[in-house]
Nanobody
């Protein structure tokens, strides 16, 4: 009963930038962390970046220095700014949120539908 809506994917040339946004809504008491994961064809889903409600961030080594994650606690949103994109960044990017539901105060972990990011060489 927690929905995540992503936006901002698309096609960009190598070296370009894209900005992904994700908004969580529904029966939410609190969100502990939000993040982005990606899955390329034939590969497993992997962590890209996460941010906690306290502002602590974690990045995959492959994106450090190029991607920046930021969050807005009150609006339950997270943004991934992706700069200096490379063809190997091509994947479907999924938003993730983990927290506590409002109705029964139970933990939840929700995923968005995914947004395609394609980087051409």
């Amino acid at each position: 009963q927690v929905q995540l809506v992503e936006s901002g994917g698309g096609l960009v040339q190598a070296g370009g930038s894209l900005r992904l946004s994700c908004a969580a809504s529904g029966s939410i008491f609190s969100i502990n962390a939000m993040g982005w994961y990606r899955q390329a064809p034939g590969k497993q889903r992997e962590l890209v970046a996460t941010i906690t409600n306290g502002g602590s961030t974690n990045y995959a080594d492959s994106v450090k220095g190029r991607f920046t994650i930021s969050g807005h606690n009150a609006k339950n949103t997270v943004v991934l700014q992706m700069n200096s994109l490379k063809p190997e960044d091509t994947a479907v990017y999924y938003c993730n949120a983990e927290g506590v539901g409002a109705l029964y105060r139970r933990p939840f972990a929700s995923w968005g539908q995914g947004t395609q990011v394609t980087v051409s060489s």
